[in-house]
């Protein structure tokens, strides 16, 4: 298996600009994550969905993000427009059907968001 | 809230020496409690986890104990090896819901 695949790892971009990152989860896996970890915060939560529908947004930071999950393979985090303080690494993380499954969260290897 | 305390590193120890990471939790219920490792430049991967009280987790030669008296899960190795050079999370999972909620992080260096 590919395991979780995001794009870009890297992404380098203008304070109020419009940056997408994106996802594709592990085949199967119902569940889908989004993290961001940074120095001051740590990895924070940002939001969660089940089969495509979000189920707990309460850690998206501002009306300036957001996530969308159009179908099982593939998923979208949209900062517009963003700042400086958004800079930080960007983790992906998807796990397989029931809750006691979403112990194991398969992570990607993230994508790494510097915003001058 | 729910939340995590790890003692804070960086930690850093010879090869072969023993290894303790102090992790405690605050939390309602029953959470889930688990270690993820994180190598450079690579995303999380789960290391261990126990799932009730006095559940022992263990992986690789590191162990954790779930206590629920010291509401505890300390991560212990007793030999370490350069390669465990990681940073190292500790996390609960509340009842009922899938998120995670994650410490700080504790960085281990070990020198050959």
């Known amino acids: ?116 | 809230g729910d939340s995590v305390t790890q003692m804070e590193g960086p930690v850093t120890l010879s090869e072969e020496a023993c290894l303790t990471i102090n992790c405690t939790y605050t939390a309602t219920g029953y959470p889930s409690l688990f270690w993820y490792v994180q190598y450079p430049g690579e995303g999380l991967q789960l290391l261990l986890k126990a799932t009730k009280a006095d559940d022992k987790g263990s992986n690789k030669g590191f162990e954790a104990t779930y206590r629920k008296e010291t509401t505890s899960f300390h991560l212990e190795k007793g030999s370490v090896q350069v390669s465990d050079s990681a940073v190292y999370f500790c996390a609960l999972r509340p009842s009922n819901t899938g998120k995670l909620i994650f410490g700080q992080g504790t960085t281990l260096q070990v020198k050959p």
């Not at chain 1, 998923?75 to 983790?91: G, M």
């Open chain 1, 1 to 116: 298996d590919a395991g979780v695949i995001q794009s870009p790892r890297h992404e380098v971009t203008e304070m109020g600009q419009e940056v997408t990152l994106r996802c594709k989860p592990i085949s199967g896996h119902d569940y889908l994550f989004w993290y961001r970890q940074t120095m001051m915060r740590g990895l924070e939560l940002l939001i969660y969905f089940n089969n495509n529908v979000p189920i707990d947004d309460s850690g998206m930071p501002e009306d300036r993000f957001s996530a969308k999950m159009p179908n099982a393979s593939f998923s979208t985090l949209k900062i517009q427009p963003s700042e400086p303080r958004d800079s930080a690494v960007y983790f992906c993380a998807s796990s397989r059907v029931g809750l006691a499954a979403t112990d194991t969260q398969y992570f990607g290897p993230g994508t790494r968001l510097t915003v001058l």
